[in-house]
């Protein structure tokens, strides 16, 4: 199951955070402010999620939590450039 949910969220992360609000409080418990939560599901979602994972998970942003939060970046920053790399191409 954990693996499945790790697949879908690297697959569609936004879908991934809304299941999560809507039936627990996983990213809630790992972010105070809604403001955060918001921002970080309109613009990096994937690292918004990874840091729920770190923080719930891995005892906050320390050892493997860090690794996964650099990881929900790197992604995140990779699908943005690619997407106006192929804008420019068009």
């Avoid at 990874?50 to 995140?76: I, K, R």
Wanted: proline share 2%.
């Amino acid at each position: 199951m954990g693996c499945l949910l790790a697949i879908l969220g690297l697959i569609t992360p936004r879908i991934v955070i809304l299941i999560l609000w809507i039936f627990s409080d996983y990213v809630g418990r790992a972010i105070d402010s809604a403001l955060w939560s918001i921002l970080g599901f309109l613009f990096l979602p994937t690292t918004t999620l990874m840091y729920a994972v770190a923080q719930n998970s891995f005892d906050g942003l320390e050892g493997w939590g860090l690794v996964l939060f650099v990881l929900g970046v790197v992604v995140d920053f990779g699908l943005i450039g690619g997407g106006a790399r192929a804008r420019r191409r068009g």
